[in-house]
Protein backbone atom coordinates (compact mmCIF):
# COMPACT_ATOMS: atom_id res chain seq x y z
CA UNK A 1 0.00 0.00 0.00
CA UNK A 2 1.45 3.85 -0.56
CA UNK A 3 2.65 4.90 2.27
CA UNK A 4 -0.20 8.06 2.15
CA UNK A 5 -2.88 5.29 1.80
CA UNK A 6 -1.37 3.61 4.79
CA UNK A 7 -1.23 7.33 6.56
CA UNK A 8 -4.79 8.34 5.26
CA UNK A 9 -6.28 4.90 5.64
CA UNK A 10 -5.29 3.16 8.90
CA UNK A 11 -2.84 5.02 10.84
CA UNK A 12 -4.51 8.85 11.81
CA UNK A 13 -7.77 7.21 11.96
CA UNK A 14 -6.89 4.81 14.45
CA UNK A 15 -4.59 7.70 16.21
CA UNK A 16 -7.33 10.09 16.30
CA UNK A 17 -9.36 8.06 17.72
CA UNK A 18 -7.74 6.70 20.87
CA UNK A 19 -6.46 10.46 21.05
CA UNK A 20 -10.71 11.04 21.75
CA UNK A 21 -10.68 8.41 23.73
CA UNK A 22 -7.83 9.30 25.78
CA UNK A 23 -9.29 12.64 25.86
CA UNK A 24 -12.02 11.58 28.33
CA UNK A 25 -9.41 10.59 30.78
CA UNK A 26 -7.28 13.48 31.20
CA UNK A 27 -7.96 16.48 33.04
CA UNK A 28 -9.59 19.47 30.76
CA UNK A 29 -7.27 22.22 30.54
CA UNK A 30 -5.00 19.19 28.92
CA UNK A 31 -7.52 18.60 27.05
CA UNK A 32 -8.81 22.15 25.82
CA UNK A 33 -4.82 23.16 25.48
CA UNK A 34 -4.14 20.19 22.79
CA UNK A 35 -7.60 20.40 20.63
CA UNK A 36 -8.15 24.46 20.79
CA UNK A 37 -11.01 26.58 21.60
CA UNK A 38 -14.62 25.53 20.98
CA UNK A 39 -18.11 26.77 21.79
CA UNK A 40 -20.02 24.42 20.34
CA UNK A 41 -19.92 20.74 19.56
CA UNK A 42 -23.02 18.88 17.77
CA UNK A 43 -23.96 15.14 18.07
CA UNK A 44 -24.31 12.37 15.51
CA UNK A 45 -24.96 8.96 14.25
CA UNK A 46 -23.37 7.13 11.34
CA UNK A 47 -26.83 6.37 9.22
CA UNK A 48 -25.56 3.10 8.60
CA UNK A 49 -22.26 1.24 8.53
CA UNK A 50 -21.23 3.00 5.00
CA UNK A 51 -20.72 5.71 7.06
CA UNK A 52 -18.17 3.71 9.51
CA UNK A 53 -16.54 2.41 6.82
CA UNK A 54 -15.83 5.88 4.91
CA UNK A 55 -14.35 7.27 7.95
CA UNK A 56 -12.46 3.74 9.26
CA UNK A 57 -11.46 1.87 5.79
CA UNK A 58 -10.19 -0.88 7.29
CA UNK A 59 -13.37 -1.37 9.64
CA UNK A 60 -14.53 -3.92 6.33
CA UNK A 61 -12.13 -5.66 6.45
CA UNK A 62 -13.06 -6.48 10.60
CA UNK A 63 -14.87 -9.88 10.90
CA UNK A 64 -18.62 -9.43 11.60
CA UNK A 65 -18.81 -10.04 15.07
CA UNK A 66 -15.64 -7.73 16.14
CA UNK A 67 -17.20 -4.50 14.13
CA UNK A 68 -20.50 -5.23 16.23
CA UNK A 69 -18.28 -5.10 19.03
CA UNK A 70 -16.46 -1.95 18.56
CA UNK A 71 -19.57 -0.41 17.53
CA UNK A 72 -21.28 -1.01 20.89
CA UNK A 73 -18.39 -0.43 22.98
CA UNK A 74 -16.40 2.37 21.13
CA UNK A 75 -16.25 5.56 22.79
CA UNK A 76 -17.32 9.13 21.09
CA UNK A 77 -15.42 10.45 18.42
CA UNK A 78 -14.50 13.61 17.31
CA UNK A 79 -14.97 13.31 13.53
CA UNK A 80 -14.37 17.29 12.52
CA UNK A 81 -13.19 20.99 13.56
CA UNK A 82 -15.85 23.14 13.04
CA UNK A 83 -15.35 27.03 12.65
CA UNK A 84 -17.93 29.42 10.84
CA UNK A 85 -17.41 33.27 10.24
CA UNK A 86 -21.09 34.84 9.33
CA UNK A 87 -21.75 37.69 7.88
CA UNK A 88 -21.69 40.00 10.69
CA UNK A 89 -18.14 38.73 10.87
CA UNK A 90 -18.87 37.10 14.35
CA UNK A 91 -16.70 33.76 14.92
CA UNK A 92 -17.55 30.09 16.45
CA UNK A 93 -15.47 26.99 16.49
CA UNK A 94 -16.67 23.87 17.22
CA UNK A 95 -17.02 20.02 17.10
CA UNK A 96 -18.56 17.09 15.20
CA UNK A 97 -18.77 14.54 17.75
CA UNK A 98 -20.14 11.16 16.59
CA UNK A 99 -20.97 8.26 19.10
CA UNK A 100 -20.63 5.09 17.92
CA UNK A 101 -23.75 3.37 17.55
CA UNK A 102 -25.34 3.46 13.83
CA UNK A 103 -29.49 4.04 13.26
CA UNK A 104 -30.53 1.28 13.38
CA UNK A 105 -28.46 -0.12 17.01
CA UNK A 106 -29.98 3.11 18.40
CA UNK A 107 -34.30 2.30 18.46
CA UNK A 108 -33.74 -0.94 19.42
CA UNK A 109 -30.85 0.08 22.12
CA UNK A 110 -32.24 3.15 23.61
CA UNK A 111 -30.64 2.98 26.86
CA UNK A 112 -27.03 1.94 25.63
CA UNK A 113 -27.78 5.31 23.46
CA UNK A 114 -28.28 7.50 26.12
CA UNK A 115 -25.11 5.81 27.95
CA UNK A 116 -23.23 6.74 24.28
CA UNK A 117 -24.58 10.42 24.48
CA UNK A 118 -23.92 11.07 27.76
CA UNK A 119 -20.49 10.26 27.45
CA UNK A 120 -20.44 12.31 24.43
CA UNK A 121 -21.40 14.94 26.36
CA UNK A 122 -18.68 14.51 28.54
CA UNK A 123 -16.26 14.98 26.15
CA UNK A 124 -17.98 18.08 24.65
CA UNK A 125 -17.76 19.26 28.13
CA UNK A 126 -13.89 18.40 28.06
CA UNK A 127 -13.17 20.23 24.95
CA UNK A 128 -14.55 23.54 26.80
CA UNK A 129 -17.72 23.89 24.48
CA UNK A 130 -20.53 25.66 25.91
CA UNK A 131 -23.64 24.57 23.92
CA UNK A 132 -24.14 20.84 22.30
CA UNK A 133 -26.75 20.28 19.61
CA UNK A 134 -28.28 17.19 19.08
CA UNK A 135 -28.31 15.86 16.03
CA UNK A 136 -30.59 13.21 13.81
CA UNK A 137 -31.81 10.49 16.41
CA UNK A 138 -29.58 11.58 19.02
CA UNK A 139 -32.55 13.96 20.19
CA UNK A 140 -35.85 11.59 19.40
CA UNK A 141 -33.97 9.07 21.81
CA UNK A 142 -33.68 11.09 24.55
CA UNK A 143 -37.14 12.64 24.01
CA UNK A 144 -36.34 15.71 22.80
CA UNK A 145 -33.41 16.19 24.97
CA UNK A 146 -35.56 16.53 27.93
CA UNK A 147 -33.90 13.26 29.69
CA UNK A 148 -30.56 14.92 29.25
CA UNK A 149 -31.40 17.87 31.33
CA UNK A 150 -29.80 18.21 34.38
CA UNK A 151 -27.36 15.33 33.73
CA UNK A 152 -24.69 17.97 31.85
CA UNK A 153 -23.34 21.63 32.44
CA UNK A 154 -23.69 21.94 29.32
CA UNK A 155 -26.84 23.75 27.46
CA UNK A 156 -28.29 21.62 25.20
CA UNK A 157 -30.86 21.93 21.74
CA UNK A 158 -32.34 19.91 19.65
CA UNK A 159 -32.25 22.62 16.76
CA UNK A 160 -35.79 21.54 15.80
CA UNK A 161 -36.82 25.29 15.92
CA UNK A 162 -34.16 26.55 12.78
CA UNK A 163 -35.51 23.35 10.92
CA UNK A 164 -39.08 24.19 11.63
CA UNK A 165 -38.65 27.44 10.54
CA UNK A 166 -36.55 26.38 7.19
CA UNK A 167 -39.04 23.83 6.24
CA UNK A 168 -41.94 26.82 6.28
CA UNK A 169 -39.87 28.80 3.98
CA UNK A 170 -39.11 25.97 1.64
CA UNK A 171 -42.44 25.17 1.60
CA UNK A 172 -43.62 28.35 1.12
CA UNK A 173 -41.45 29.10 -1.42
CA UNK A 174 -43.08 25.64 -3.22
CA UNK A 175 -46.32 26.14 -3.24
CA UNK A 176 -45.32 29.97 -4.51
CA UNK A 177 -42.97 28.47 -7.56
CA UNK A 178 -45.48 25.70 -8.28
CA UNK A 179 -48.34 28.09 -8.69
CA UNK A 180 -50.12 25.50 -6.15
CA UNK A 181 -53.98 26.71 -5.21
CA UNK A 182 -54.88 25.19 -1.59
CA UNK A 183 -52.64 22.41 -1.79
CA UNK A 184 -52.75 19.44 0.61
CA UNK A 185 -50.16 19.65 2.82
CA UNK A 186 -49.24 16.30 4.37
CA UNK A 187 -47.38 15.68 7.77
CA UNK A 188 -45.98 12.31 8.05
CA UNK A 189 -45.22 11.68 11.49
CA UNK A 190 -47.61 14.78 13.03
CA UNK A 191 -47.31 14.09 16.65
CA UNK A 192 -43.55 14.02 16.76
CA UNK A 193 -41.27 16.70 17.89
CA UNK A 194 -40.59 18.60 14.41
CA UNK A 195 -44.30 17.23 13.07
CA UNK A 196 -46.44 18.69 15.86
CA UNK A 197 -44.86 22.29 15.13
CA UNK A 198 -45.06 22.27 11.29
CA UNK A 199 -48.75 21.17 12.00
CA UNK A 200 -49.29 24.31 14.31
CA UNK A 201 -47.54 26.53 11.73
CA UNK A 202 -48.88 25.38 8.51
CA UNK A 203 -52.04 24.27 9.74
CA UNK A 204 -53.24 28.37 10.27
CA UNK A 205 -52.77 28.57 6.19
CA UNK A 206 -53.24 25.17 4.30
CA UNK A 207 -55.21 22.03 4.42
CA UNK A 208 -53.63 19.61 6.03
CA UNK A 209 -53.22 15.74 6.40
CA UNK A 210 -51.79 14.20 9.37
CA UNK A 211 -50.30 11.19 9.00
CA UNK A 212 -49.28 9.02 12.17
CA UNK A 213 -48.78 5.14 12.43
CA UNK A 214 -51.20 5.07 15.63
CA UNK A 215 -54.99 6.25 15.03
CA UNK A 216 -55.45 6.33 18.90
CA UNK A 217 -52.82 9.00 18.62
CA UNK A 218 -54.16 10.68 15.90
CA UNK A 219 -56.99 11.25 17.31
CA UNK A 220 -55.72 12.69 20.71
CA UNK A 221 -53.31 15.20 18.38
CA UNK A 222 -56.14 16.18 16.34
CA UNK A 223 -57.68 17.16 19.87
CA UNK A 224 -55.36 18.82 21.36
CA UNK A 225 -54.39 21.08 17.79
CA UNK A 226 -57.97 22.13 17.04
CA UNK A 227 -57.55 25.70 18.58
CA UNK A 228 -54.18 25.78 16.19
CA UNK A 229 -55.76 24.95 12.29
CA UNK A 230 -57.70 27.01 10.99
CA UNK A 231 -58.25 25.39 7.77
CA UNK A 232 -59.70 22.23 6.98
CA UNK A 233 -57.65 18.76 8.42
CA UNK A 234 -58.19 14.96 7.57
CA UNK A 235 -56.03 12.59 9.81
CA UNK A 236 -54.58 8.69 8.14
CA UNK A 237 -52.78 5.84 9.76
CA UNK A 238 -52.85 4.25 6.04
CA UNK A 239 -50.05 5.92 3.84
CA UNK A 240 -52.30 5.33 0.64
CA UNK A 241 -54.16 8.17 1.77
CA UNK A 242 -50.95 10.10 0.39
CA UNK A 243 -52.29 9.59 -3.29
CA UNK A 244 -54.12 12.90 -2.56
CA UNK A 245 -51.81 15.59 -1.18
CA UNK A 246 -49.91 17.58 -3.20
CA UNK A 247 -47.08 18.03 -0.86
CA UNK A 248 -45.76 15.51 1.43
CA UNK A 249 -43.69 16.31 4.78
CA UNK A 250 -41.50 13.28 6.04
CA UNK A 251 -40.47 13.96 9.40
CA UNK A 252 -40.30 10.22 11.15
CA UNK A 253 -37.92 8.37 12.95
CA UNK A 254 -38.39 5.19 11.43
CA UNK A 255 -35.92 3.59 9.61
CA UNK A 256 -38.00 0.66 8.52
CA UNK A 257 -40.98 3.59 6.31
CA UNK A 258 -39.77 4.08 2.68
CA UNK A 259 -42.17 6.13 0.36
CA UNK A 260 -41.76 5.41 -3.21
CA UNK A 261 -43.23 7.69 -6.23
CA UNK A 262 -45.83 5.31 -7.00
CA UNK A 263 -47.53 5.80 -3.48
CA UNK A 264 -48.00 9.72 -4.84
CA UNK A 265 -49.84 11.78 -6.54
CA UNK A 266 -47.97 12.78 -10.43
CA UNK A 267 -47.23 16.01 -9.79
CA UNK A 268 -46.79 15.94 -6.09
CA UNK A 269 -43.69 16.73 -4.35
CA UNK A 270 -42.02 15.53 -1.72
CA UNK A 271 -39.95 17.29 1.36
CA UNK A 272 -37.69 14.82 2.71
CA UNK A 273 -37.02 16.06 6.07
CA UNK A 274 -35.97 12.21 8.05
CA UNK A 275 -32.21 11.44 9.07
CA UNK A 276 -32.01 8.53 7.57
CA UNK A 277 -34.68 9.75 4.84
CA UNK A 278 -37.61 8.09 4.53
CA UNK A 279 -38.02 9.05 0.38
CA UNK A 280 -34.69 7.72 -0.79
CA UNK A 281 -36.41 4.95 -2.76
CA UNK A 282 -34.51 4.65 -6.22
CA UNK A 283 -38.32 4.85 -7.99
CA UNK A 284 -37.60 8.75 -7.00
CA UNK A 285 -34.36 9.02 -9.35
CA UNK A 286 -36.05 7.75 -12.29
CA UNK A 287 -39.73 9.19 -11.61
CA UNK A 288 -40.55 12.53 -13.85
CA UNK A 289 -44.08 12.53 -12.04
CA UNK A 290 -42.88 13.25 -8.56
CA UNK A 291 -40.26 15.66 -7.12
CA UNK A 292 -38.27 14.60 -3.98
CA UNK A 293 -36.62 17.28 -2.47
CA UNK A 294 -33.96 16.70 0.61
CA UNK A 295 -35.71 19.31 3.29
CA UNK A 296 -34.14 21.03 6.04
CA UNK A 297 -30.86 22.30 4.63
CA UNK A 298 -29.23 25.49 5.35
CA UNK A 299 -26.43 27.09 3.11
CA UNK A 300 -24.04 28.37 5.54
CA UNK A 301 -21.41 31.12 4.12
CA UNK A 302 -18.31 31.48 6.24
CA UNK A 303 -17.79 27.74 7.46
CA UNK A 304 -15.29 25.62 7.25
CA UNK A 305 -15.43 21.61 7.63
CA UNK A 306 -13.71 19.41 5.89
CA UNK A 307 -15.81 16.30 7.04
CA UNK A 308 -17.48 15.59 4.21
CA UNK A 309 -21.56 15.12 4.94
CA UNK A 310 -22.61 14.48 1.91
CA UNK A 311 -23.74 17.71 1.11
CA UNK A 312 -22.78 20.41 -1.12
CA UNK A 313 -20.11 22.66 -0.11
CA UNK A 314 -21.09 25.06 3.00
CA UNK A 315 -24.51 23.29 3.27
CA UNK A 316 -25.59 21.78 6.68
CA UNK A 317 -28.59 20.27 8.49
CA UNK A 318 -30.76 23.08 9.52
CA UNK A 319 -30.14 21.61 13.21
CA UNK A 320 -26.56 22.34 13.48
CA UNK A 321 -27.33 25.58 11.89
CA UNK A 322 -29.27 26.38 14.72
CA UNK A 323 -26.24 24.99 17.09
CA UNK A 324 -23.98 27.40 15.59
CA UNK A 325 -26.19 30.40 15.60
CA UNK A 326 -26.89 29.78 19.14
CA UNK A 327 -23.40 30.08 19.72
CA UNK A 328 -22.70 33.46 17.70
CA UNK A 329 -25.34 34.74 19.84
CA UNK A 330 -24.05 33.35 22.86
CA UNK A 331 -27.50 32.12 23.91
CA UNK A 332 -26.56 29.66 26.42
CA UNK A 333 -29.85 28.65 27.45
CA UNK A 334 -31.36 24.85 26.84
CA UNK A 335 -33.77 24.52 23.83
CA UNK A 336 -35.38 21.22 24.58
CA UNK A 337 -38.75 19.45 24.25
CA UNK A 338 -42.02 20.84 22.50
CA UNK A 339 -40.79 22.99 19.98
CA UNK A 340 -41.51 26.64 20.74
CA UNK A 341 -42.66 28.52 17.87
CA UNK A 342 -41.15 32.37 19.40
CA UNK A 343 -37.82 30.53 19.55
CA UNK A 344 -38.77 29.63 15.70
CA UNK A 345 -39.17 33.13 14.85
CA UNK A 346 -35.93 33.64 16.37
CA UNK A 347 -33.78 31.21 14.89
CA UNK A 348 -35.17 32.40 11.52
CA UNK A 349 -33.96 36.39 12.41
CA UNK A 350 -30.45 35.18 13.73
CA UNK A 351 -30.43 33.27 10.59
CA UNK A 352 -31.00 36.51 7.97
CA UNK A 353 -28.75 38.26 10.61
CA UNK A 354 -26.06 36.04 10.21
CA UNK A 355 -26.21 35.46 6.45
CA UNK A 356 -28.02 31.62 6.33
CA UNK A 357 -30.55 30.83 4.31
CA UNK A 358 -32.40 27.66 3.31
CA UNK A 359 -31.04 25.55 1.06
CA UNK A 360 -33.29 24.92 -1.46
CA UNK A 361 -32.68 28.25 -2.70
CA UNK A 362 -29.64 26.71 -4.49
CA UNK A 363 -31.77 24.56 -6.36
CA UNK A 364 -33.57 27.13 -7.39
CA UNK A 365 -31.01 28.78 -8.45
CA UNK A 366 -29.48 26.06 -10.57
CA UNK A 367 -33.01 25.67 -11.97
CA UNK A 368 -33.85 22.20 -10.82
CA UNK A 369 -37.66 23.54 -9.33
CA UNK A 370 -38.36 26.22 -12.46
CA UNK A 371 -37.78 23.59 -14.75
CA UNK A 372 -39.92 21.00 -13.30
CA UNK A 373 -42.71 24.02 -12.41
CA UNK A 374 -44.24 23.66 -16.03
CA UNK A 375 -43.68 19.96 -16.38
CA UNK A 376 -45.73 19.57 -13.42
CA UNK A 377 -48.71 22.00 -13.75
CA UNK A 378 -49.11 20.02 -17.13
CA UNK A 379 -49.23 16.67 -14.88
CA UNK A 380 -51.55 17.82 -12.52
CA UNK A 381 -54.06 19.34 -15.26
CA UNK A 382 -54.34 16.19 -17.47
CA UNK A 383 -52.80 13.09 -15.77
CA UNK A 384 -53.56 14.07 -11.78
CA UNK A 385 -57.52 14.29 -12.98
CA UNK A 386 -56.98 10.42 -14.03
CA UNK A 387 -54.97 9.39 -11.11
N1 LIG B 1 -32.76 17.97 8.32
C1 LIG B 1 -32.55 18.39 9.55
O1 LIG B 1 -31.85 19.37 9.80
C2 LIG B 1 -33.20 17.67 10.70
C3 LIG B 1 -33.19 18.28 11.95
C4 LIG B 1 -33.76 17.62 13.04
C5 LIG B 1 -34.34 16.36 12.85
N2 LIG B 1 -34.31 15.79 11.61
C6 LIG B 1 -34.96 14.49 11.39
O2 LIG B 1 -36.38 14.69 11.44
C7 LIG B 1 -37.02 13.49 11.87
C8 LIG B 1 -38.04 13.80 12.98
O3 LIG B 1 -37.35 14.31 14.13
P1 LIG B 1 -38.15 14.52 15.51
O4 LIG B 1 -37.15 15.10 16.45
O5 LIG B 1 -39.44 15.23 15.26
O6 LIG B 1 -38.45 13.00 15.91
P2 LIG B 1 -39.52 12.42 16.96
O7 LIG B 1 -39.94 13.48 17.92
O8 LIG B 1 -38.93 11.18 17.51
O9 LIG B 1 -40.79 12.09 16.06
C9 LIG B 1 -40.78 11.08 15.11
C10 LIG B 1 -42.20 10.68 14.84
O10 LIG B 1 -42.19 9.73 13.76
C11 LIG B 1 -43.28 8.86 14.00
N3 LIG B 1 -43.19 7.62 13.23
C12 LIG B 1 -42.35 6.58 13.40
N4 LIG B 1 -42.60 5.64 12.48
C13 LIG B 1 -43.61 6.08 11.72
C14 LIG B 1 -44.34 5.55 10.62
N5 LIG B 1 -44.03 4.35 10.10
N6 LIG B 1 -45.35 6.29 10.08
C15 LIG B 1 -45.65 7.50 10.56
N7 LIG B 1 -45.02 8.06 11.63
C16 LIG B 1 -44.01 7.36 12.20
C17 LIG B 1 -43.19 8.61 15.50
O11 LIG B 1 -44.45 8.11 15.94
P3 LIG B 1 -44.58 6.97 17.08
O12 LIG B 1 -44.47 7.74 18.36
O13 LIG B 1 -45.93 6.39 16.83
O14 LIG B 1 -43.44 6.03 16.88
C18 LIG B 1 -42.89 9.99 16.03
O15 LIG B 1 -44.07 10.68 16.34
C19 LIG B 1 -35.90 12.54 12.30
O16 LIG B 1 -35.67 11.63 11.25
C20 LIG B 1 -34.70 13.44 12.47
O17 LIG B 1 -33.47 12.77 12.25
C21 LIG B 1 -33.79 16.42 10.53
Known sequence: MHKFGL???????????????????????????LYGPADFAFLVHPRGLHDVERRYPFFRKLPPRVREWVLRYHWPVVLEKISVQDALGRCAKGYLISISLTAE?????????????????????????????LGALTASVTKAGTWLVGQTKLALTTG???????????????????????????????????GEALTKLLGRHYRLML???ASEMLFAFLDRMKGCLDRETVISSDLDALRDADIVITATNSLSLKLTAEMLKPGAVVYDLAQPPNADHPSFWWSDKVLRLDGGYVQAPGLQMRFDLGLPKGTVFACLAETILQALEHDFRNH??????????????WARRAGFRPALGFLEREE???????????????????A
Open 105 to 133: QILPERILAKKKILQALKLAEKLGCKIVG
Open 368 to 386: VIPNVCERFSNLRGDDARV
Open 211 to 213: VGR
Open 336 to 349: VGRVDLVHVALTQH
Open 160 to 194: NAYTVAVTCEDVERLIAQQGLDDPLIAVVGCYGNI
Open 7 to 33: WRRWLRPLLSSLRDGLALLLPSFLIRW
